[in-house]
Nanobody, 119 residues
Framework: QVQLVESGGGLVQPGGSLRLSCAASGSGFSIYAMIWYRQAPGKQRGLVAAITSDGTTNYAPSVKGRFTISRDNAENTVYLQMNSLKPEDTAVYFC?????????????WGQGTQVTVSS
C-alpha cells in the first residue's frame, strides 16, 4: 500500500512563494510519474505540473515560468515550488503518484493541501 502525505500549503500574499511537498511511503514500488493537480471553488480539477521518472516535466500554461516541479528520488518526494503567486492560484492542491510494481501500475492521491493567495 502506497500512502502520500502532502504539506506546505498556507496563506500567502500575491507575489509571494510557497513550496509544496508530497512524500510517498511504502515498499515494493517505483515511481513512474508524480503529478500536481489543483481544484478551486466552483471549478473542475486541473493539471498543474508533472514529472516522469526520466525527468521530463510539463506545466499548465497558466503556471509556466512561475512554478517548478522537482523530485527527490532518495526520499520518494515531489516538490512544487510556486513563485509569483496570484489570487487565481488559490485552490486545494493534490498530489497524484503513478507507481509500478513487478505486476501492476497504479495511481494514488494525496489528501490535498490548501493554498490561499490573498492580501
Amino acid at each position: 500500500q502506497v500512502q502520500l502525505v502532502e504539506s506546505g500549503g498556507g496563506l500567502v500574499q500575491p507575489g509571494g512563494s510557497l513550496r509544496l511537498s508530497c512524500a510517498a511511503s511504502g515498499s515494493g514500488f517505483s515511481i513512474y510519474a508524480m503529478i500536481w493537480y489543483r481544484q478551486a471553488p466552483g471549478k473542475q480539477r486541473g493539471l498543474v505540473a508533472a514529472i516522469t521518472s526520466d525527468g521530463t516535466t510539463n506545466y499548465a500554461p497558466s503556471v509556466k515560468g512561475r512554478f517548478t516541479i522537482s523530485r527527490d528520488n532518495a526520499e520518494n518526494t515531489v516538490y512544487l515550488q510556486m513563485n509569483s503567486l496570484k489570487p487565481e492560484d488559490t485552490a486545494v492542491y493534490f498530489c497524484n503518484v503513478i507507481v509500478v510494481t513487478s505486476l501492476t501500475k497504479s495511481n494514488y492521491w494525496g489528501q490535498g493541501t490548501q493554498v490561499t493567495v490573498s492580501s
